[in-house]
């Protein structure tokens, strides 16, 4: 790899003390709309030039996608960076949100780093190495059981105003299932599937900023990333993880 785990892990955290620094003074916060229901800060902002500067220092001659600033022209090496993934959520002081960074390859990721500074919880995955939780390794959940289960989901699609709007899939699982979240972060929301707090997760309508980080942490800690057809991969406007045990069974209801 060109940088190490460790490495990145410093530049993920250090990115995540500029994000407190503006969470500590919510009061003070500007938020602005990108479009309708389209959030965006002085600290998206100030995160995310952080983190470019940062990469681009150890990665000088790699591209990079920023939910903020856009994509640079290099394509085959690139960092795909969502500053604060949960906006929402961080500007009303609520706790779930974070910081992600996946490092893509030849259209292949093979590093990710979710980072939430207000719970102080680090997820990080390399290709082939496994998936780590505040230096542990972690693992998807054992349940096989839908009835049984805890899921959880998002409606980043509302806000497009499309006709499959997630309401009616969610009334299904959610009759099918013991327990359901919409914690409102989707790059979090995947790390929770990858160290079995919840058992799967879905949304629709996302772009691949909000959850490369997270998708590689779900597959270096063994479970599925498909979309709704259960195709695997990651397919940010159908994105389907789970832990594996449940995919046959949550695939019909989808
Ligand atoms: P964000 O906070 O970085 O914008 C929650 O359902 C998920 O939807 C989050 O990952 C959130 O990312 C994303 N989201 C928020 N606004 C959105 C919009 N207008 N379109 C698509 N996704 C959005
Ligand atoms: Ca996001």
Redesign the pocket.
Same mark, same amino acid.
């Given at each position: 790899m060109p940088i190490s785990l460790a490495t990145l892990e410093t530049i993920v955290r250090t990115a995540g003390a500029v994000a407190m620094g503006y969470f500590n003074d919510i009061e003070n916060l500007a938020v602005n709309k990108k $479009?309708a229901? &389209?959030?965006v800060t002085d600290a998206d902002v100030a995160v995310e030039h952080h983190l470019k500067q940062a990469l681009a220092e150890h990665c000088p001659s790699y591209g990079f996608w920023g939910?903020e600033s856009g994509q640079t022209d290099d394509q085959t090496s690139r960092w795909i960076v &969502?500053p604060? !993934?949960?906006?929402?959520s961080f500007s009303k002081g609520q706790y779930f949100w974070a910081v992600s960074v996946a490092l893509e390859i030849d259209g292949e990721l093979v590093m990710g780093a979710v980072y939430a500074p207000a719970l102080d919880d680090y997820y990080c995955a390399e290709k082939g190495q496994g998936a780590w939780k505040n230096g542990k390794r972690i693992h998807v959940s054992g349940e096989t059981c839908l009835a049984a289960s805890m899921v959880s989901t998002?409606? $980043?699609c509302l806000?497009?105003y499309l006709e499959d709007n997630n309401l009616e899939r969610f009334c299904r699982i959610a009759q099918a299932t013991t327990g359901q979240r919409r914690m409102?972060?989707? $790059?979090l929301d995947l790390c929770t599937v990858a160290d079995g707090q919840v058992d799967a997760f879905w949304?629709q309508?996302?772009?691949l900023y !909000?959850v490369a980080g997270g998708a590689l942490v779900v597959m270096e800690a063994g479970g599925t990333m498909t979309d709704f057809n259960g195709r695997p991969g990651v397919f940010p406007k159908q994105i389907l993880a789970t832990n594996g045990g449940l995919l046959a069974q949550i695939l019909p209801l989808m």
């Open positions: $479009a229901r &389209d959030l939910e &969502d604060i !993934d949960g906006t929402h998002g409606f $980043a806000r497009q409102g972060s989707a $790059a949304e309508e996302l772009n !909000d």
